[in-house]
């Protein structure tokens, strides 16, 4: 499966935004989403993460009670809701998926084997 990303852009400080991901002709059900951003002059982090359930979720400390990762398997999309957005959410958001169905929500980047291109999200302050 090959994720897209999308729904990136600019917007205010506190303001929200929508980015999506979805993968043309293939199913996303099976498969563990990562949702992680990447900065510019910093290292790939972990954002968000649904496991291919939709059960369980992850959410790294910075985007907690701002961000909402959800999935929609009948459509075959996954989304994050941002709110509150930060000067410092500002990075190119990636979609990831892990297709080895393992137990638990996969929080580092070597679990996922299908990645998307980026969406750049800017935060203006």
């Known amino acids: 499966v090959q994720p897209q990303a999308f729904g990136g852009g600019l917007v205010q400080a506190g303001g929200s935004l929508r980015l999506s991901c979805s993968a043309s002709g293939r199913t996303f059900s099976p498969y563990a989403m990562g949702w992680f951003r990447q900065a510019p002059g910093k290292e790939r982090e972990i954002v968000t993460a649904?496991?291919?359930?939709?059960?369980?979720?992850y959410y790294a400390d910075s985007v907690k009670g701002r961000f909402t990762i959800s999935r929609d398997n009948a459509k075959n999309t996954v989304d994050l809701q941002m709110n509150s957005l930060k000067a410092e959410d500002t990075a190119t958001y990636f979609c990831a998926a892990d297709s080895s169905r393992r137990i638990g929500v996969p929080i580092i980047s070597l679990s996922y084997d299908a990645w998307g291109q980026g969406t750049l999200v800017t935060v203006s302050s």
């Open positions: 649904i496991t291919w359930t939709g059960g369980n979720t």
